[in-house]
């Protein structure tokens, strides 16, 4: 009987989970499924600290570069192709690893999250883009106070999403969760606060040597408008190194913030020598 155990490996940036899970994969014979919302696009690879090919020594690598940032890509989208991929490196007789920081990614292959299948309202939209997220969130807390509690409310592109379902079907339906056929081992990665700093900071001092303005330049000549730009966290002007600490170091807060709502999740310290045997022995 093939092993259906799945190993997800989360948390914060720059905690070195991408490392950490090529590693895993060595010693397990495993292939990795990506679960971060802005790697899934061509292009973005210096500004999202993409994994590069010597990084990846040998192994296999999934849903990175799967389409243009030009185009959205959805979380219904990204749960369809996870799956498919799940199915295949077990047939292959390979252990599937998920290794990211995307929150909202992660729940919806784990916790088998079942999407409402409401169409985009373009002119709506439309409308809705002038706003600022503090008014969409309050527009969103009229609308559904449950969905509000549990939503990031500095995210414009769900807050849309989330008021678009409820104008459709009167509310946002509660998450409904499939009992999934594969037990997932949930792997956390912290640091301490100063250490994460530090790592953010020279994580981002790296991203500017290595090209980060070139390829903002080269994503905004191949058509990607600066309203998209700004959706991925990236300044359409030239961002400096300072802003971009700060703007991590706060994307890094509100992915904790998600994290710390599940309770399945075995937490270790990254600053730490982490324990293989004990580490794929958790249950």
């Known amino acids: 009987m093939q092993n259906k155990k799945i190993i997800v490996i989360l948390g914060q940036t720059a905690t070195g989970k991408s490392a950490l899970t090529v590693k895993i994969a060595k010693k397990i014979n495993g292939e990795i499924i990506s679960a971060d919302s802005r790697q899934v696009y061509k292009g973005l690879d210096v500004g999202t ?24 890509f959805t979380v219904a989208e990204y749960k369809k192709l996870a799956e498919e991929k799940i199915e295949e490196i077990i047939a292959r007789e390979k252990t599937p690893i998920i290794c990211g920081g995307t929150g909202f990614y992660i729940d919806a292959i784990t916790k088998g999250v079942i999407f409402p299948e409401v169409p985009p309202n373009l002119k709506l939209r439309k409308v809705l883009e002038k706003k600022s997220a503090v008014e969409l969130f309050k527009m969103l807390k009229k ?73 903002i330049k080269k994503l905004k000549k191949s058509g990607v408008s600066n309203k998209r730009l700004k959706e991925f ?24 913030t998600w994290f710390k709502r599940d309770k399945e999740i075995k937490w270790f310290d990254a600053s730490k020598p982490i324990n293989f045997s004990s580490l794929l022995k958790l249950e």
């Open 49 to 72: 600290g993409k994994i590069n090919k010597k990084e990846m020594m040998g192994v296999p690598h999934h849903l990175l570069d799967v389409i243009s940032p030009k185009n959205k």
């Open 143 to 215: 609308l559904d106070s449950a969905r509000a509690k549990n939503i990031d409310a500095k995210n414009k592109v769900r807050l849309i999403r989330a008021i678009e379902i409820s104008r459709a079907l009167g509310k946002v339906p509660e998450i409904i969760e499939q009992k999934p056929e594969y037990k997932f081992i949930k792997i956390g990665l912290y640091l301490p606060e100063a250490q994460l700093k530090k790592k953010i900071e020279k994580r981002v001092k790296k991203m500017f040597t290595s090209g980060l303005l070139k390829e």
């Open 233 to 256: 966290g990236f300044e359409y002007f030239e961002p400096t190194e300072e802003k971009v600490i700060l703007e991590t170091l706060k994307y890094a807060k509100r992915q904790m």
